[in-house]
C-alpha cells in the first residue's frame, strides 16, 4: 500500500530546500517546459548564475547550449536530456558534453539522468533533470585514451560484463592488419587471443574471474588467414565504471627470426670450424675449460674430444712450459694473441712447435675464446740444423768469406732490403738478444736477466719485429751476417 504521506502534493518550498545544498546539479521544470528553478552546483555547471540564465523554457535552453555526445555527434531535435524528461522519459547516465553557444573554448561534461514527479492522480507535477559534473573524468578518459592510442605496444580492452572488445590501439592493428571495426564489439572467443596458448585454461578462469592473466606464448589468427605468435599478458582495470581487461601483446615473429638467423650462422661456424685445415679449439671464456675441438686437433696431437673437452687446459698434458697460463693472462687482460711460439704437447708424449693464435668470441650468446695453431716443428728443425752448421763452419774456418755469408741470408731473405740496426734495440732487448745469440733459452734468460718468463718471450717477439725475423734460427743468421755472432764470441 502507498503511503499517505507520499501522496501529499509536492511541497515546492521544502524540496528546493533539501536539494540547494546537493553537490549534484538539479533543474526543477514544469510540464509546460518553463524552467523554474536550479541549484547553484547546476548553475555552475553551466557557467552561469541565476536560473534566468538557463533560459525561460526548453527552447531559450537550446538556443543559448549546444550539446554533444562523446563520439562528437551533435543532439539532434528532441534529444537533448531536458527535453526527453519533458516528454516524461525516466533515463540514467547519459552523458553529454555541453558548450556555451557563443563560445565553443568552454565546455563541461555532464552524466544526467532523470526524474518525473506525479501528483496523487499520477500526472506530471514536477520534472527532475539531475547533473553530475564528470568533466575531470572525462579529461581523464581523454588522456587514458591518448596514452592507450599513442602506446606503440599492441593492446586491447575487453569489457569484462560481455567479455566483448571495446577499444583497440593502432599499436595492434600496425601489427595484426585488422581494422578497428574488424575488432571492437567482437568477443574474446571469435577473435581468440588465446589460441594455441600453453596455459589457456588458466588464462580462460583468470579472464571469467576478472584476474591478472600471466604472460603466455599464444597466436593470434590474421585477417589473411595465417598466425602470428605472441605473448599475451591480461591486467583488470576500470574503464569509467565498468569492469575490464586490459591485454598487452608482443610480436614474437622478429625474435624467432633472429633465433632462426642466428641458428644458421651457427650452424655455418661450427661446419667452418670442422672443415678448417689447422688444428682449432673453442674454450670457454674465463676458466678456458674446453667445450669443442675440430678433426684437424685430433689428426695433430692425437687427442680426440673424450679426452680433453670439459676439462680446463691447464689439467690436459697439452700445453707445455706454462704455454696455458701465458695464453690465459693475455685474453684475461682483453689482448689477442697472435702467432705466439709455444710448445704444444701430443698425446704420445712429443712436443711440438706451435705459432698460437686466439681471440675472445661470443658463441651461443656465451663468451668463448677460439683457438688455432700452426705446427712449426719441422721448420724450426731445419732452421736450427742449418744456423748449426753454419756456426760450426765460421768457428772452425777463418777463411770462410764474409760475402759468403750475406749470400746465406739472402737466400733467407731473397729480393728484401735490409734496414733494421741493433741500435734500434733498447737496453733491455739488447740483453735478451746477447742471451739468444749465446745459445740460452727463454727460461734460462729470464733466470739471468731476473725477469719473469713471459717478460722474456715479448722482448724476444720485439726484437724479431725489429730485425725483421720471425724465429730463433733466423735471428742467429742475421746476427753472424752482421758480425754481430762472432764479436760476442771470444776469438780462439
Keep these: 500500500m502507498t503511503d499517505p504521506i507520499l501522496q501529499t502534493q509536492t511541497d515546492r518550498h521544502q524540496l528546493q530546500q533539501i536539494i540547494a545544498g546537493l553537490s549534484e546539479g538539479v533543474i526543477l521544470v514544469e510540464p509546460d517546459q518553463r524552467v523554474v528553478w536550479a541549484n547553484e552546483a547546476a548553475l555552475a555547471m553551466h557557467g552561469v548564475d541565476s536560473v534566468e540564465a538557463l533560459g525561460h523554457n526548453v527552447t531559450q535552453y537550446r538556443e543559448r547550449f549546444r550539446l554533444r555526445y562523446r563520439n562528437n555527434h551533435p543532439l539532434g531535435d528532441g534529444q537533448y536530456p531536458i527535453e526527453r524528461v519533458i516528454a516524461g522519459e525516466c533515463f540514467t547516465d547519459v552523458v553529454v558534453e555541453v558548450f556555451l553557444a557563443e563560445d565553443d573554448e568552454v565546455s563541461w561534461v555532464h552524466r544526467v539522468r532523470s526524474l518525473v514527479l506525479t501528483d496523487r492522480k499520477g500526472d506530471p507535477d514536477l520534472l527532475v533533470l539531475i547533473l553530475h559534473d564528470a568533466s575531470e573524468w572525462a579529461d581523464a578518459e581523454e588522456r587514458f585514451e591518448k596514452t592507450f592510442n599513442a602506446n606503440p605496444a599492441p593492446a586491447l580492452i575487453c569489457r569484462l560484463s560481455d567479455q566483448r572488445y571495446i577499444k583497440v590501439n593502432q599499436g595492434f592493428l600496425e601489427m595484426t592488419g585488422y581494422v578497428r571495426e574488424d575488432v571492437v564489439g567482437r568477443s574474446v572467443y571469435e577473435l581468440d587471443v588465446f589460441a594455441n596458448a600453453d596455459k589457456r585454461e588458466l588464462a580462460v578462469t583468470r579472464l571469467g574471474e576478472g584476474g591478472t592473466i600471466p604472460q603466455m606464448e599464444s597466436e593470434l589468427r590474421m585477417p589473411d588467414g595465417g598466425h602470428k605468435p605472441?605473448?599475451?599478458?591480461?591486467?583488470?582495470?576500470d574503464i569509467g565504471e565498468e569492469a575490464c581487461m586490459l591485454f598487452t601483446f608482443m610480436d614474437l615473429e622478429p625474435r624467432r627470426k633472429a633465433e632462426s638467423t642466428l641458428r644458421q650462422s651457427e650452424e655455418r661456424f661450427q661446419k667452418a670450424f670442422r672443415m678448417l685445415p689447422v688444428p682449432s679449439a673453442v674454450l670457454r671464456g674465463g676458466d678456458l675449460v674446453v667445450l669443442d675441438i675440430n678433426d684437424a686437433f685430433s689428426a695433430v696431437t692425437g687427442y680426440t674430444g673424450p679426452d680433453v673437452v670439459g676439462r680446463p687446459g691447464a689439467e690436459t698434458a697439452i700445453w707445455l712450459d706454462d704455454a696455458h697460463a701465458d695464453i690465459a693472462r693475455r685474453l684475461v687482460d682483453g689482448e689477442s694473441v697472435r702467432n705466439a711460439e709455444f710448445k704444444i704437447g701430443r698425446k704420445n708424449g712429443e712436443p711440438m712447435d706451435?705459432?698460437?693464435?686466439?681471440?675472445?668470441?661470443?658463441i651461443n650468446g656465451q663468451d668463448c675464446v677460439l683457438l688455432a695453431?700452426?705446427?712449426?716443428t719441422e721448420r724450426?728443425?731445419?732452421e736450427t740444423e742449418l744456423v748449426s752448421a753454419i756456426e760450426t763452419v765460421m768457428q772452425d774456418a777463418s777463411w770462410f768469406s764474409h760475402s759468403l755469408v750475406e749470400k746465406?741470408?739472402?737466400?733467407?731473405?731473397p729480393g728484401r732490403t735490409d734496414t733494421a740496426r741493433l741500435d734500434d734495440l733498447t737496453k733491455r732487448e739488447r740483453q735478451v738478444f746477447d742471451g739468444l745469440c749465446e745459445g740460452?733459452?727463454?727460461?734460462?734468460i729470464a733466470k739471468t736477466l731476473g725477469v719473469a718468463l713471459s717478460t722474456v718471450r715479448n722482448h724476444v717477439a720485439t726484437v724479431y719485429a725489429k730485425l725483421d725475423v720471425h724465429s730463433r734460427g733466423a735471428a742467429l743468421l742475421w746476427a753472424r751476417d752482421h758480425g754481430y755472432l762472432a764479436?760476442?764470441?771470444p776469438s780462439r
Design 230 to 237: 605472441v605473448v599475451v599478458a591480461g591486467q583488470p582495470i
Design 354 to 362: 706451435a705459432l698460437v693464435s686466439a681471440e675472445n668470441v661470443s
Design 373 to 376: 695453431w700452426l705446427d712449426i
Design 380 to 382: 724450426k728443425r731445419s
Design 408 to 413: 746465406l741470408a739472402n737466400v733467407r731473405r
Design 440 to 444: 740460452h733459452s727463454d727460461k734460462e
Design 487 to 489: 764479436a760476442s764470441r
